[in-house]
Nanobody, 117 residues
Framework: QVQLVESGGGLLQAGGSLRLSCAAS????????MAWYRQAPGKQRELVAS???????NYADSAKGRFTISRDNAKTTVYLQMLSLKPEDTGVYYC???????????WGQGTQVTVSS
């Protein structure tokens, strides 16, 4: 199993930038699809970005062109670089690990991102 700890959230004004980090421990990081989800107050959790074991990425339409997901397998860490932040980006951001060989998904505790207008 993989344990995940997010960091890097904070409060900032629209147009600012933020980099989130997700540190993974335990076995399975290299063979996991890593993803960032976002949950706004009163809303369902939604996929923001994902990155596969070979580096292939997918983004929500709202994130394309502004967000970049990356992974450092040596550090067992996944990042989400967020540029030109908007108030609608506000929410709790959760890191997720999806093992490719059928093990249970892992979730971090979440990190709050608040963007003021």
């Amino acid at each position: 199993q993989v344990q995940l700890v997010e960091s890097g959230g904070g409060l900032l004004q629209a147009g600012g930038s933020l980099r989130l980090s997700c540190a993974a421990s335990g076995n399975g990081f290299t063979l996991s699809i890593m993803a960032w989800y976002r949950q706004a107050p009163g809303k369902q959790r939604e996929l923001v970005a994902s990155i596969g074991p070979s580096g292939g990425t997918n983004y929500a339409d709202s994130a394309k062109g502004r967000f970049t997901i990356s992974r450092d397998n040596a550090k067992t860490t996944v990042y989400l670089q967020m540029l030109s932040l908007k108030p609608e980006d506000t929410g709790v951001y959760y890191c997720n690990a999806r093992p490719v060989f059928g093990d249970a998904n892992s979730w971090g505790q979440g990190t709050q991102v608040t963007v003021s207008s």
